[in-house]
């Protein structure tokens, strides 16, 4: 598979918190490519923040191991439900671009719609196999494509989504991407393009935990290849 992988994630925090219940990790995967891990722990804070780290990371570790990808979903969910008996819920999505299978794996526990842009036509995703931690047979929902030059996919959390909501002004989210994918060139522009598009509706002060995964393929380059990885990280003191 001749593919540039291109990834971008831009988050925030609740206003008002110093934690984010959000977490976003990236794995590489050991038959080759990559893994995002997309966690939205119930409620903001502290506590969310440790929910989210816990399940991240138990997903991470099976991906490390060379699990497939529906049942790290599974297993992450039986963990979760057997951690807290059932009573705390997570969103969980893990996005894989998959060398072995030359395909891009949407593994959906989320019930936040996803964008994917495909051959110029923009879809509004909204399969999901609900959220983990709940009920006890929980399954995932696994979206797959092509791993092709061209693809573009957004994956955010619900504080993106209903970004807007309490102004009466919600944020639209496929006519939002719509106009990025067109007018950006890069993953990072649209990512940040999300996400500030989202601050915006909630008038510079977040309801609740944003964060935004920006994929694209691109072509191929015959030159030695050179992979980076570049961070952008404030801390309040």
Same mark, same amino acid.
């Given at each position: 598979?001749?593919?540039?992988?291109?990834? $971008?994630?831009?988050?925030?925090?609740k206003?008002?918190?110093?934690?984010?219940?959000?977490?976003?990790?990236?794995?590489?995967r050991?038959?080759?490519?990559?893994?995002?891990? &997309? &966690?939205? !722990?119930?409620?903001?804070?502290?506590?969310?923040?440790?929910?989210? %780290?816990?399940? $991240?990371?138990?997903?991470?570790?099976? @991906?490390? *191991?060379?699990?497939?990808?529906?049942? #790290?979903?599974?297993?992450?969910?039986?963990?979760?439900?057997a951690?807290?008996?059932?009573? &705390?819920? $997570? *969103?969980?999505?893990?996005?894989?671009?998959?060398?072995?299978? $030359?395909?891009?794996?949407?593994?959906?526990?989320?019930?936040?719609?996803?964008v994917?842009?495909?051959? !110029?036509?923009?879809? @509004?995703?909204?399969?999901? !196999?609900g959220?983990?931690?709940?009920?006890?047979?929980?399954r995932?929902? &696994? %979206?797959?494509?092509?791993?092709?030059? !061209?693809?573009?996919?957004?994956? #955010?959390t619900?504080?993106?989504?209903?970004?807007g909501?309490?102004?009466?002004?919600?944020?639209?989210?496929?006519? @939002?991407?719509?106009?990025?994918?067109?007018?950006?060139?890069s993953?990072?522009?649209?990512a940040?393009?999300?996400?500030?598009?989202?601050?915006?509706?909630?008038?510079?002060?977040?309801?609740?935990?944003?964060?935004?995964?920006?994929?694209?393929?691109?072509?191929? #380059?015959?030159?030695?290849?050179?992979?980076?990885?570049?961070?952008s990280?404030?801390?309040?003191?």
């Open positions: 598979m001749d593919v540039t992988i291109n990834l $971008a994630i831009a988050k925030t925090h206003f008002g918190n110093r934690d984010s219940g959000d977490s976003a990790e990236v794995v590489e050991p038959g080759g490519g990559f893994s995002v891990v &997309v &966690v939205d !722990g119930q409620g903001t804070g502290a506590q969310a923040k440790r929910l989210s %780290l816990a399940v $991240a990371g138990r997903a991470v570790t099976l @991906l490390n *191991e060379g699990v497939r990808d529906g049942v #790290v979903a599974r297993a992450t969910h039986d963990f979760l439900y951690l807290r008996d059932g009573r &705390v819920s $997570a *969103e969980l999505d893990i996005i894989s671009v998959d060398l072995a299978s $030359a395909t891009v794996l949407f593994t959906r526990n989320s019930e936040v719609p996803m994917v842009w495909q051959q !110029g036509s923009l879809r @509004l995703m909204r399969e999901s !196999g959220r983990i931690g709940i009920y006890r047979h929980t995932p929902k &696994v %979206l797959e494509f092509p791993a092709e030059p !061209g693809l573009v996919a957004l994956v #955010v619900d504080g993106v989504v209903n970004a909501q309490r102004w009466g002004s919600p944020l639209v989210l496929d006519q @939002l991407a719509a106009r990025l994918i067109s007018d950006t060139t993953v990072s522009a649209l940040d393009g999300v996400l500030q598009g989202a601050m915006a509706a909630d008038h510079g002060r977040p309801n609740d935990d944003m964060t935004v995964v920006a994929l694209s393929l691109g072509h191929g #380059v015959h030159e030695q290849p050179v992979r980076r990885i570049v961070m990280v404030p801390l309040p003191i």
